[in-house]
């Protein structure tokens, strides 16, 4: 799962190059602005009746937070980021760090972070891949 979190990571930071670092589950309170986190919710092997099909399916969470710039809204950044991340990896199908994704999609949902105080836009990724 490491490979295709960091191959996923890296394949977003070359798309979507100004949405600033990225962190593991949360983001540090001392973080530059825009920043984003990411999370494995679930990986689950797809099965046949035969067994393991060497097929997956990954549910990445990502988590993007803006503050307010002189023409958006903290809002309005993230959701433009978020919406940035999601036409680079909406359909996408191919090598992803090491990985043969089959294909992507992506849902895009809002959130408020109370320990900082900002807008969240949240991308959930569906990775469909081959297990090595």
Same mark, same amino acid.
């Given at each position: 799962?490491?490979? #295709? =979190? ?7 930071? +070359?798309?979507? +190059?100004?949405?600033?670092? *990225?962190?593991? !589950? ?12 990411? /999370?494995? @919710?679930?990986?689950?092997? $797809? ?13 990445? /969470? @990502? ?10 809204? *903290?809002? *309005? ?6 919406? /940035? =991340?999601?036409?680079? #990896? ?5 090598? $992803? ?8 999609? +992506? +849902? !895009? ?8 105080? #900002? ?6 990724? !569906? ?6």
């Amino acid at each position: 799962m490491t490979t #295709l =979190v960091e191959g996923l990571k890296s394949y977003r930071e +070359t798309q979507v +190059t100004d949405i600033g670092k *990225g962190y593991p !589950i949360e983001v540090p309170q001392d973080a530059a602005y825009p920043a984003w986190s990411y /999370q494995v @919710i679930d990986d689950e092997q $797809m099965l046949s009746h035969g067994g393991g099909t060497k097929y997956a399916k990954a549910r990445v /969470q @990502i988590d993007i937070m803006a503050k307010e710039t002189a023409s958006l809204s *903290g809002y *309005g950044a993230a959701k433009g980021l978020a919406e /940035q =991340v999601r036409a680079a #990896l909406d359909g996408f199908k191919g090598n $992803m760090g090491g990985v043969a994704v089959k294909y992507c999609k +992506t +849902t !895009i949902s809002d959130d408020w972070a109370e320990n900082h105080n #900002l807008p969240v836009a949240s991308v959930d990724v !569906i990775i469909h891949y081959k297990i090595q």
